[in-house]
Structure formats: C-alpha cells, structure tokens
C-alpha cells in the first residue's frame, strides 16, 4: 500500500471537487478549494476520523468497500477509480455499469465535423451521442433512448443498409460485447441485451459461441444506400478509453462521388439538434 500517495491522490481529488457537483449548496465561501474533509466522510459514509487518516497517510488499509465508497464520494472517472485502488494496494473490482453519458467535450467535438458522420458508443453498443451528419446517413432512430448498433445489426432495428462490411461487423460487436460482459456482470440493461439477442438471433447465438476477438480501427466498406447509390465510406473508431468508449467516424474521400453524395444528404437535412450532453 503506497500510503503516500493514496493520501495525496485523495487530497488532490477532494480539492478539485466542487460542492455544487456533489449536491450541495454552492457559493458558500470555503478558505481553501473543494470539498471539505468532514463533507467527503458524510458522502462516503464513514467517520471523519477515519477519512482524515487516510489523508495523513496514517490510516489502515482501506477495504475494497471503502474505496468504492471513497470512489463514488469523490466522482472519479473509471480510470481514476482503478488508480484509487492500486494505491490502496487492491484489484479494482468490475464497475457496476458501463458509462452511459457522453462527456460534454465529445459531443462538441462532434458538431466540429460537418463533413464526418460520427457517433459515439458505450460499452454495449448504445448510441450515446451523434451529430447531424450521423444522423442524416444512419436514421432519425439514432435519437431513441434504446438506439443501439447491436440490435440494428442483428435485429435489424431502425435503418439498416447492407454493406461490404456487414458479416465482419457482426463478430466486431459481439467481441466488445463479451468483453462488456467480463467487466460489467452486473448491469441489468446488458443482461437484458444479451438475453434478447441469444433469443431472437440465430447468428448472434453462433458467433457468441466462436468467442470473437476484435480491435477496433481502420476499415473502408460499401454502403448500399436508397438514395444515393453505393457509398465508398472509411470507418475510423478512436477509443475513449475513460468512459470504455468509442467515437465511430465515417467519411468519404475527399472530392470523391461518395464524398459529394453525403454532403448533399447532409445539406438536405433540416438542422438537428446534437445528442444530449447528458
């Protein structure tokens, strides 16, 4: 146990921690930044004697209870909660969900792609996040609650077009989604997911049996499109590796037909609003 440097990550993180970002009353003049120690102990559900400890560096080994306490008190990100627990000398257990909200950084960054069609995907293949152009290319369904790729692809769930890279897609999604099982064996929604997918997909249950293992990256494919004929699309996936996120970008080249076709169907869209922020 690096008691150390536990006690100066838990400093550093509770300083950073505003009060109106916890629920409490914000604007109330503190004499120091962040949230006070007595404030972390009462989210954390343990005694301020204790916690105080712990940031001297003269506490205990903290239980894994402990620390997910201390993890939630203090809003950390997964990656964070991870380090928390190295520190305290343990193996993080597996997050109870999958991140389910965009950061409010991604989702601006995808409005600066007017020309990319992008959206992002949490650990289970829900659409979480997408731009206009997303949107114009893939479906209006992109903004339900229950969007999500896995059932478009096996399900045939909203808009779906065949493309060169529909058979490899199906064994891309269901490796993320056995590694989303791995780490989240708790969450109901992706239980439910699983269930209905093993119940209603003949393909799904025999490509779950091959386990699958996929990285995302690079692809190019041809997309069948109603209107605008055959699409020459690059796929691109960059990770946010935080929130076990992806951004799926898809673009065409540029001054190709393919590239003229999707603008044109971007420009004859009425302007949307982006996905939530949260």
């Known amino acids: 146990m690096a008691r150390q440097e536990l006690a100066r990550f838990l400093r550093e993180r509770r300083a950073a921690l505003s009060a109106g970002k916890v629920g409490l009353p914000d604007g109330v003049p503190r004499r120091t930044p962040g949230l006070r120690r007595e404030e972390v102990a ?69 409005e600066r792609l007017p020309a990319t069609a992008a959206i992002v995907t949490d650990a289970t293949y829900g659409v979480v996040a997408w731009n206009r152009a997303a949107r114009a290319l893939l479906g209006d369904d992109l903004a339900r609650d229950t969007a999500n790729l896995a059932r478009r692809r096996f399900l045939g769930e909203g808009r779906t077009y065949e493309t060169s890279g529909t058979p490899e897609f199906g064994h891309i999604a269901v490796a993320r989604l056995r590694r989303a099982a791995e780490r989240y064996p708790q969450d109901p929604q992706l239980a439910a997911l699983l269930e209905e997918l093993h119940a209603e997909s003949d393909e ?32 691109d996936v960059l990770l946010v590796p935080e929130d076990d996120q992806e951004v799926v970008l898809i673009t065409a080249e540029p001054g190709s037909p393919s590239a003229r076709a999707l603008e044109s169907l971007v420009t004859a869209q009425a302007p949307t609003r982006t996905s939530p922020l949260s």
């Not at 380090?83 to 000398?89: E, V, Y």
């Not at 779950?208 to 699409?231: C, F, M, S």
């Open 42 to 110: 009462e989210l954390a559900h343990m005694s301020v004697d204790y916690y105080v400890r712990l940031e001297q560096a003269r506490g205990p080994r903290p239980s894994p209870r402990v620390l997910d306490a201390l993890a939630s008190a203090l809003r950390l990100a997964p990656a964070e909660r991870t380090h928390l627990f190295r520190l305290a000398g343990s193996a993080a257990p597996p997050a109870a969900r999958p991140v389910r909200r965009v950061r409010p950084q991604v989702a601006r960054m995808l």
């Open 204 to 235: 799904f249950r025999k490509i779950w049996q091959t386990h699958p293992v996929h990285a995302p990256g690079h692809r190019a494919k041809t997309l069948d499109h109603p209107e605008l004929g055959r699409l020459r699309l690059n796929c």
